[in-house]
C-alpha cells in the first residue's frame, strides 16, 4: 500500500535481449497504463554530464532522443563523429565492435602487433592456451607481458564481471594483476586466467553498457547492424575526448 516505483532506463541505449512480458514484446510507450500506474508517467532527463567532459556530452546529447542528430541517418551521424572526434594514428587502448567474430579478428590483429613490439623490446611473453571453447563469447589465446589489460567475464574468486586488471608479474602458475581502476592487487591462477579473463583490446558494445573507459576508445562502425543505439552508447562510454 503507497508504494512508489522509479523505473530507471535510458531509451537513447541498447535494448535488453528478449525484452518483453508476458510472452509479449514490449515497446517504448511514455503513456502507458502501466506506466502511469507504477510512476505516474513522469520521464526525467539528464541534462548535466557526471560520466565524461562537456564536449563528448554536448555531442551524444544531440544523439538521443529529441537531439539535434537524432533523425538524421547513420551514416550522416557516424560522418558528424568522426568530424568531432578523429581518430588517433596509434590503436586505441580499448575499441567496440559489433560481433564477436570481428571482437576475435580485432584482437588477433591487435595483438600480433603488440606481441612483434614486446619481443623487439626483449619483454617476458607468456601464452595462455584457452580452457573453455564453446559459445559466442570463447575464449582465446592469451599472449600476456607486464601492463597488459585483461577484462573478467565473471564474478568468482576475488574478481568481479566487466573488471579490467592490468598485469604486474607473471608467475610459474600465477599471474598479478592490479585494477586497472583503483589499482587494488589481484593475484590468479593460470587456469582462471585461461577461463575468466578475456583480452580487453576489442569488446562488443553490447557487453560494456555499464561501464566507461578513461583510456582511447575505438568504436568500429563497419556492420550491417550497426545502428545510432550503438553509436550513441559507445561515444557514451568515453570520459574524455
Request: overall charge positive; hydrophobic content about 35%; some cysteine.
Amino acid at each position: 500500500m503507497g508504494a512508489k516505483f522509479i523505473l530507471l532506463g535510458d531509451e537513447n541505449q541498447l535494448q535488453a535481449i528478449n525484452d518483453c512480458f508476458q510472452g509479449r514484446p514490449c515497446y517504448l510507450n511514455f503513456d502507458s497504463a502501466l506506466l502511469r500506474a507504477l510512476a505516474g508517467s513522469n520521464r526525467l532527463v539528464l541534462t548535466e554530464g557526471r560520466r565524461s567532459d562537456m564536449h563528448l556530452f554536448g555531442f551524444y546529447r544531440k544523439l538521443s532522443l529529441g537531439g539535434d542528430y537524432h533523425s538524421l541517418p547513420l551514416q550522416e551521424q557516424i560522418q558528424l563523429a568522426r568530424e568531432a572526434f578523429p581518430k588517433q594514428p596509434r590503436d586505441a587502448k580499448f575499441n567496440l565492435v559489433i560481433s564477436h567474430r570481428q571482437r576475435e579478428q580485432l584482437i588477433r590483429e591487435i595483438q600480433t602487433r603488440e606481441l612483434a613490439r614486446k619481443r623487439a623490446e626483449g619483454a617476458e611473453c607468456v601464452v595462455l592456451a584457452p580452457s573453455y571453447s564453446g559459445g559466442a563469447n570463447r575464449a582465446q589465446e592469451l599472449w600476456l607481458w607486464r601492463s597488459k589489460v585483461l577484462i573478467s567475464t565473471a564474478t568468482c574468486r576475488g574478481i568481479y564481471n566487466s573488471q579490467l586488471l592490468e598485469v604486474t608479474s607473471i608467475g610459474l602458475d600465477t599471474v598479478s594483476f592490479k585494477d586497472f581502476e583503483n589499482g587494488e592487487p589481484v593475484t590468479l591462477s593460470h587456469a582462471t586466467v585461461a577461463k575468466h579473463l578475456r583480452d580487453s583490446a576489442a569488446l562488443t558494445y553490447a557487453s560494456v553498457q555499464g561501464r566507461g573507459f578513461s583510456d582511447t576508445l575505438g568504436l568500429w562502425t563497419q556492420s550491417p547492424r550497426m545502428t545510432s543505439k550503438h553509436l550513441f552508447m559507445g561515444l557514451s562510454r568515453a570520459r574524455s575526448s
